[in-house]
Nanobody, 117 residues
Framework: QVQLVESGGGSVQAGGSLRLSCAAS?????MGWFRHAPGKEREAVAA????????YYADSVKGRFTISQDNAKNSVDLQMNGLKPEDSGTYYC?????????????WGQGTQVSVSS
């Protein structure tokens, strides 16, 4: 099991920016961010293959969010620009061996993002 520690998040007005960070206790092949809003399904937001740097983004965040990695620190960041109220929710860092819903087996404690209109 990989231990994940998230930081960042907070409250911002629409159009603003936030940056989330996640530090892992060891290296894993995939790291990603999911979000969960009340009344909605959990959604995969972005993921990165820490070996080759390839990335995945949900259509709803393409062009606004950027996931990046720091291999030396076993960490990933999620830069969120142009935030919208619908981006609000609890964001979870995840780690695993495959970029699929069942591939992420380790989860962080979650950090809150609130975007006001």
């Amino acid at each position: 099991q990989v231990q994940l520690v998230e930081s960042g998040g907070g409250s911002v007005q629409a159009g603003g920016s936030l940056r989330l960070s996640c530090a892992a206790s060891r290296d894993t092949l995939y790291m990603g961010w999911f979000r969960h809003a009340p009344g909605k399904e959990r959604e995969a937001v972005a993921a990165i293959n820490t070996d080759d740097g390839s990335t995945y983004y949900a259509d709803s965040v393409k062009g606004r969010f950027t996931i990046s990695q720091d291999n030396a620190k076993n960490s990933v960041d999620l830069q969120m620009n142009g935030l919208k109220p619908e981006d609000s929710g609890t964001y979870y860092c995840a780690a695993g061996i495959a970029c699929s819903p069942d591939g992420f087996s380790s989860w962080g404690q979650g950090t809150q993002v609130s975007v006001s209109s």
